[in-house]
Structure formats: structure tokens, C-alpha cells
């Protein structure tokens, strides 16, 4: 089986919907790790998303639950699996003195290469899809999961429509479609473009982007736009239940 074919939910060729798009080629690692306790001295591990970039590229670190805290930075071509020295090297290169902890326990660690890919139709007869069997996409701004609630959320509103005779046409269902995928390929274009500007390796554009960031960072509306947005607040929902 090929890569690509492997990026496709089981499912979809035997219900003809073609699951369009593809993998990006910039390679990541992904670990979830453990630090060691802060000393009075030393750096901390602030319990917040760090996003640090670099020369060499760039890097994240999420605070998780239990403790673990999860890194995930790009790396060339065939790196493989990390272990605690090659995950501690990304920070100690990646990352200014105040996001720069120790690495004391690999809890899971696996390299991997963002797919993008989406549903030629999200309801086809009695087939509807939802979630990740009809969107994939970069995990830029964390918005696959919402994404995928609000797909069944929308879908069981109009079903719901249709079991209690509010509607009596079975051919509202069709709305579903109409109304979840536009979202969802915009959902696409929008993490890939963040994407794009996270994986920029030419000298000049790396620059541009920076002194981009730096003079937008403090406007004033920009952390309310953003969080709208990565948040899904101004998504439209007419197939919600109450909503017409």
C-alpha cells in the first residue's frame, strides 16, 4: 500500500467518495516527555504553549495533563525516532533560556508528516462522514477536534428534523453537505497557510516572516481575532438544533 492510500479512512473507496489532497513533505518529530523539577536556579517549564523558531526550524511545546509536556518540532528528511538526547537537542538549539528545561523520560515519541486531505462530499445515500473520515489537516491552531464535534452536532440537527417531522422532505439532508464542507475547506486553506509560514526555510522569507511577527504581536485586536478564529466562535450553524 502507498503512503497516500494509507492517509485514507477505511470506508471511503467502497462508498465512492474520493478523499482529495496530500502530504505535505517537511517531516516532524513528536514526543511527549517529562521534565525534570525546576531548581531555584535553573529554567522553568511555564504552563503555557510555547512556539519558538529558529534558524533550523521550528518548535512547540504544549503542557499536557500529568505532567507531560508535548514537543513537536520539524526535522530533516529521515530523522526517525527521537530519544531523550535528540529531543533535548531540539530544545537546547530551538529555544531562548526560558523555555529551555531538561528532558528527564520520553513517555512516547514518533515522527510524522502533516496530511491534507478532504472528502469529495460529505454525504453520499445513506453515507455520511464527519470528522476525520472527512477532513484532515495540519493540527496548526488545534481545531480538528471542534471541528469534527460540530460536523456531528450539525448532522443530528437535521436529523433530528427529519425523525420528529419537523421536516418531512428526507432531502434536507443534503444541507449537510452544503453547509460542513465549505467550512471545512476553509478550515484547510487556513491551517495550511499556517503551516506554510511555520515551514519556511529560505534566509530571506524566514526574516520577512519574523519582523512580520513581531511588529503584529501586540496589535490590540489581534489575540481576540485570533481566538475567535482557532476557537471557531463565528463558524456558521444552521443545522443546529433551534436554528433554521
Known sequence: MDRAA???PPGLAQAGIAFEGQRRPQEYALADVKMTEPTKTGPTVTPRVTFTFSPDGMLLQSPLPDGIVRVVASVPGGTGTLDKAGV????DHRCGPAERATVAEIVRSTPYQVTSRLA????QGRVFLAGDAAHVHSPAGGQGMNTGIQDAVHLAGLL????RGRQADPG???RYDTERRPNAA?????????TSVAELSDPTEMKLRDEVLAR????PDLAPFLARRLAQ???PRPGWPGQH
Open 6 to 8: 494509507e492517509d485514507e
Open 88 to 91: 533535548q537537542a531540539l530544545i
Open 120 to 123: 469529495a462530499t460529505f454525504a
Open 160 to 163: 433530528a428534523r427529519v425523525l
Open 172 to 174: 434536507i439532508l443534503a
Open 186 to 194: 476553509a478550515l484547510l486553506g487556513f491551517t495550511g497557510q499556517l
Open 216 to 219: 503584529i504581536r501586540d496589535l
Open 233 to 235: 466562535l463565528d463558524v
